[in-house]
């Protein structure tokens, strides 16, 4: 399935983060049980709790409704990133360089291999470094699918 453009909605939400002192960390489209998802992460400096997304929620709801960017039927989910985050982009993975992350690769990578878990020894040139014991994989970003923390 081809889900909506993200762009059309990114106004609206940076918008409401705003307003609500919030950050938005990442958003996705997703599908489950034939529904389909707009998932939106928010955070803040001193974490969010039930109150915020709550608030968070009502108003996404109030102004996707009123400004209708999206030209499909489906569910809109807020939530907090989490311990086991997604990562969205290079700078996100910047900040945990030293963490374990499992990484996916898309099914274009010319490795063989498409599932990596390691250490994130370092993001240079474009690239996640991830180390394995002895194992070292260059990981180019715009080959990764989705990228998340491991909570250890």
């Not at 992460?41 to 108003?59: A, P």
């Not at 102004?63 to 569910?75: A, G, H, N, S």
């Not at 807020?78 to 898309?106: A, M, N």
Request: hydrophobic share 35%; proline share 5%; with cysteine.
């Amino acid at each position: 399935m081809a889900y909506p453009d993200l762009k059309n909605v990114q106004p609206v939400l940076e918008n409401v983060a705003s307003e609500c002192g919030v950050s938005i960390w990442g958003v996705e489209w997703t599908t489950e049980d034939g529904r389909v998802i707009l998932r939106v992460y928010v955070e803040h400096e001193n974490g969010v709790n039930m109150e915020t997304l709550t608030s968070v929620t009502r108003k996404l709801n109030l102004q996707l409704d009123e400004t209708d960017p999206v030209p499909c039927t489906y569910t809109l989910e807020v939530s907090s990133p989490g311990l086991e985050r997604r990562l969205f982009t290079l700078e996100q993975c910047s900040r945990y360089v030293g963490s374990v992350v499992k990484v996916k690769c898309t099914p274009e990578t010319p490795q063989s291999r498409k599932r990596f878990k390691g250490r994130l020894a370092a993001v240079e040139e474009e690239c996640l470094v991830l180390e394995d014991g002895a194992d070292t994989a260059r990981l180019p970003f715009s080959q990764v699918a989705t990228a998340h923390l491991v909570y250890e």
